[in-house]
């Protein structure tokens, strides 16, 4: 009789893709919670931004993707040659420690240095964890796993701001340090989920080569690019909103802990849904629930437009909220997407490309649009919002095109 098959690595493989699940959730509520009061703690106030306040804001928020997308290729090829779990529990680990150097200083030019340092232990975090559930996760079932992980990860973010707000609205800014604080509390949540799973399962050393030259040839090859740019096209929007919705909430006299709540539903609604869209790009393939995420997004764009223009109409808030949901789409799809298209070998340098593409995207974005408003005013940030919807189409039909090519040449297009 053959002998059954050790179900150990199994085993391992799932406890691994839970911690990385765990952590996951802990690190993105640190940067949410973070992030969601950071302009006003560095500003000491939360209305009356002017044109300069605006940009000291953008250029110190810009560091920590300067220092993320800048060195995140290093991060990706060490976890491809040591393993994902100590680049993982090295960033976390530094993490959480320059969050608590953050909250004693107010001072711009030592916030921006240690934000710059932040984005440094951050960039292997993502990387890391996406390299782990794409080794772990099976060919058929990469869209559900990817969904899984993209549901904490974005519930995190969001959980995150939603405190954060609730807090900025009950707290002075003098007190607001304590929110950093326990934002990195969080970051030693996540470290304490990753190190329990790494010790009982430890990974062995992988032996990839830092090899520059291959590592150009995975950052252009085609359609690795057709997959990360409209990531940054995409964070180019998100990257300003981050930084700058709980100053453009209060312009508006929308009071945090209402903000926050709208923030925590948006978040229970990830949860419910990216497992459910992965699981469709499993069945109907990447490039259906991409075209989907895109026509979400420009929606979304379209309709945030018209309401600034005519106002809150139940129509135009409708179809904000039909445009968000499908634009939830994306995200599953185009992460597995990646995925099939990148070797266990050197997936962490694979996954890097992704997390190199939405940080520049939220500095770029934190330029332009901080550039245009200081310059234009309204009609400034219009034409940036119609750039990123233009640029996010283009891309998505380029990747169509080539995965229509592909099925007409006999490939199996996803």
Same mark, same amino acid.
């Given at each position: ?336 997407? #990646? ?32 550039? #245009? ?42």
């Amino acid at each position: 009789m053959p002998v059954p098959p050790d179900p150990a690595p199994e085993a391992a493989g799932i406890a691994r893709m839970r911690a990385v699940l765990g952590a996951t959730f802990f690190v993105r509520f640190g940067f949410g919670l973070s992030l969601a009061i950071f302009a006003t703690y560095v500003l000491g106030e939360t209305t009356g931004l002017d044109t300069q306040s605006v940009g000291t804001i953008g250029i110190i928020s810009a560091m920590a993707p300067v220092g993320e997308f800048t060195t995140v290729l290093f991060s990706g090829n060490l976890a491809d040659r040591y393993g994902r779990f100590p680049v993982l529990l090295f960033g976390t680990g530094g993490a959480a420690a320059l969050l608590a150097l953050l909250s004693a200083t107010r001072l711009p030019l030592a916030v921006g240095a240690l934000n710059l340092a932040f984005g440094v232990a951050s960039g292997g975090i993502l990387a890391a964890s996406l390299a782990v559930v794409g080794d772990e996760a099976q060919s058929g079932s990469r869209g559900y796993e990817m969904g899984r992980f993209d549901a904490l990860n974005l519930l995190g973010w969001i959980g995150g701001f939603a405190v954060g707000f609730a807090l900025l609205g009950s707290l002075a800014p003098s007190s607001l340090s304590w929110v950093l604080r326990l934002g990195a509390v969080a970051q030693l949540g996540g470290l304490f989920f990753a190190f329990r799973t790494f010790r009982r399962h430890p990974e062995g050393a992988r032996g990839a080569p830092v090899d520059w030259k291959h590592i150009r040839t995975v950052v252009f090859r085609r359609e690795i690019l057709l997959v990360t740019l409209p990531w940054l096209v995409i964070y180019l929007l998100l990257g300003t909103a981050f930084v700058f919705l709980g100053t453009a909430s209060a312009g508006i006299h929308l009071p945090f802990a209402e903000l926050g709540a709208i923030i925590g539903g948006g978040g229970l609604l990830l949860l419910a849904t990216q497992p459910a869209f992965g699981r469709l790009a499993d069945r109907h393939g990447r490039m259906r629930m991409m075209l989907i995420g895109t026509v979400g997004f420009v929606g979304v764009l379209l309709f945030a437009g018209l309401l600034l223009s005519f106002g809150a109409q139940p129509v135009l808030l409708a179809g904000i909220a039909v445009s968000a949901l499908a634009g939830l789409a994306y995200g599953p799809a185009a992460l597995a997407a #990646l995925t099939d298209l990148s070797q266990s070998i050197t997936r962490g340098t694979t996954m890097a490309i992704y997390t190199l593409s939405i940080n520049l995207g939220m500095l770029l974005g934190l330029l332009l649009s901080t550039t #245009l408003y200081s310059a234009y005013g309204p009609v400034g940030l219009d034409v940036f919002f119609a750039g990123v919807g233009l640029a996010l189409s283009g891309l998505t039909a380029l990747r169509y095109d080539d995965q229509k090519l592909a099925r007409d040449l006999g490939a199996a297009p996803r």
